[in-house]
């Protein structure tokens, strides 16, 4: 039966409807031309729901909440002695850091067109600073991290971390992205000094406390405070660019707040508008690197545990950034696939040989890149914006770094908020996914890492399929993963076991 034809009226109604999307659909905050509808198409903007000015906003929003890699990284490396004594020279670990993370984001905008920013990784880099160099000299020490990201490149070219990402059960990704959602939201609270450890925790049960005595105290808790309630009331208004507009907001405040008040410390940056706005790069760390030196340093075993270590944790942080950072920003598919994948993965890697091979510790994805996604980022062009701020680092690292920790951090609160909300997807009432979806969700934060967290996930998913008779239910990729985690969790009495330690 056909339908009965429109009135005049309705008809004019629908085509001035369809005209006004076919207009909103093409609007572009640059000029019309031939540059900007190609690199519409190219990055998939208006495919994916964005718009130029989103990108443009998520990127900025990106790079100042990972901006503190700038300040956090030299002060790692360069606090840290070598077997011999050496250190590492601040500036030119500060510049290292801002060239890798700028070259590796831009490639992963173009390569992988996904709004998911890279620098120097925390963590790994407290690894390579208090673990590996004093086994051994800085140039071996980088080495490893050459050797491990070259590794992981390879596992990408055999298809098999592209493997393991898709053979997580969805609950378990979307337990992923609930579990870095209060991670990263833990982080924000942390940076800002609305938490803090308890200075002597052995004498108390408690761990962490409220400021820095128990109680909020100091303009900088202040801003923080600020910050947070300006962000969620923009959100609630859902004002365009509410996260970028707080850290800028909150930026300014700080700067008054500073030249008005005693300000004791603002901690690792602090928001005063310095003497010189631009300096000059010293690329000396570049190429210091040697592959297998290591091995004439310590013993094979040695090596390799700590290879294994590196690769694992970068295999897996990387695994969990990406699932929640496209999970949040809605673009995994309906079996929750993540859109190129592999080239995601592959730049994840070399970003890893840079790394060791500028001497700035192994760079890897950022969960920061989920406050990007927050304020609207949906594609790689956000990556330019982001690399590109980085690249002007080099040259104008005083100005950059004004932005405090606690004018940045609330973004990282708000995205965490934005995360959690994808636990309504998991199933409470299956204890096969429910407790392993929990202890994800619960390890990542209390433990300070992602890939505690994923890991615990996995081992607890193994074995309640197997007490429930339904192990053949299990990926043998999963089957691989989790005896990988058993040898990572236990790799102390294993060192212990074969005469490392």
């Known amino acids: 039966m056909s339908e009965a034809p429109q009135a005049p009226e309705e008809q004019q109604a629908s085509d001035e409807r369809q005209a006004s999307e076919e207009r909103r659909a093409t609007e572009r905050p640059f000029p019309a031309g031939r540059f900007a509808p190609a690199v519409d198409r190219y990055f998939r903007i208006s495919a994916r729901g964005s718009s130029y000015g989103r990108e443009i906003r998520g990127g900025f929003a990106t790079f100042f909440t990972m901006a503190y890699i700038l300040v956090l990284n030299p002060l790692i490396l360069g606090s840290a002695k070598d077997k011999f004594g050496d250190t590492l020279d601040p500036v030119q670990l500060t510049t290292a850091t801002a060239l890798v993370a700028a070259v590796m984001t831009i490639v992963m905008g173009v390569g992988g067109n996904l709004p998911l920013a890279l620098a120097a990784g925390l963590g790994l880099n407290a690894v390579v600073a208090f673990q590996i160099a004093p086994l051994m000299s800085w140039d071996d020490a980088m080495g490893l991290i050459v050797l491990e990201g070259l590794l992981i490149c390879v596992l990408v070219a055999t298809g098999l971390r592209e493997a393991v990402m898709h053979a997580v059960p969805q609950p378990l990704k979307q337990a992923i992205s609930v579990g870095i959602g209060l991670f990263i939201a833990f982080i924000g609270f942390v940076d ?67 030249s008005l008040a005693d300000v004791e410390s603002w901690g690792l940056t602090t928001p005063a508008w310095p003497d010189s706005v631009v300096d000059t790069p010293d690329f000396g760390l570049l190429g210091h690197f040697s592959l297998f030196g290591a091995f004439s340093e310590t013993t094979a075993i040695t090596v390799v545990l700590l290879v294994f270590t590196l690769v694992l944790s970068d295999f897996f942080d990387t695994m969990g950034t990406v699932v929640g950072v496209s999970a949040e920003a809605g673009l995994l598919d309906e079996d929750g696939k993540v859109p190129h994948l592999g080239r995601v993965l592959l730049v994840d890697g ?9 001497s700035a510790s192994s760079a890897t994805s950022y969960i920061e890149s989920a406050a990007g996604v927050g304020e609207g980022a949906r594609t790689g062009f956000a990556n330019l914006v982001t690399g590109g701020l980085f690249a002007l680092a080099l040259f104008l690292t005083p100005l950059l770094t004004i932005v405090p920790l606690q004018a940045a951090a ?37 433990t300070y890492s992602i890939t505690n967290g994923i890991g615990a996930g996995f081992l607890s998913y193994v074995l309640i399929k197997t ?14 993963a989790s005896a990988l985690f058993a040898v990572y969790f236990a790799i102390d009495p294993l060192e212990q076991l074969l005469g490392v330690k």
């Open 410 to 446: 609330p973004a990282l609160v708000a995205v965490g908020f934005l995360m959690m909300t994808q636990v309504k997807h998991i199933d409470w009432d299956r204890y096969e996914i429910a407790v392993p979806a929990f202890l994800t969700i619960a390890v990542m934060p209390f």
């Open 350 to 358: 070399a970003a890893a040989v840079a790394g060791g091979a500028a």
């Open 192 to 258: 800002a000094g609305f938490v803090s450890r308890v200075p002597d925790a052995a004498r108390t049960t408690v761990p962490v406390q409220l400021g820095g005595s128990g109680t909020l105290t100091g303009w900088p808790v202040l801003v923080f405070c600020l910050g947070v309630l300006l962000t969620i009331a923009l959100l609630a208004r859902k004002v365009r660019g509410a996260l970028l507009i707080s850290i800028v907001v909150m930026t300014v405040v700080a700067l008054v707040v500073d």
């Open 467 to 480: 007490v429930l008779g339904r192990a053949r239910e299990v990926h043998p990729l999963l089957w691989g």
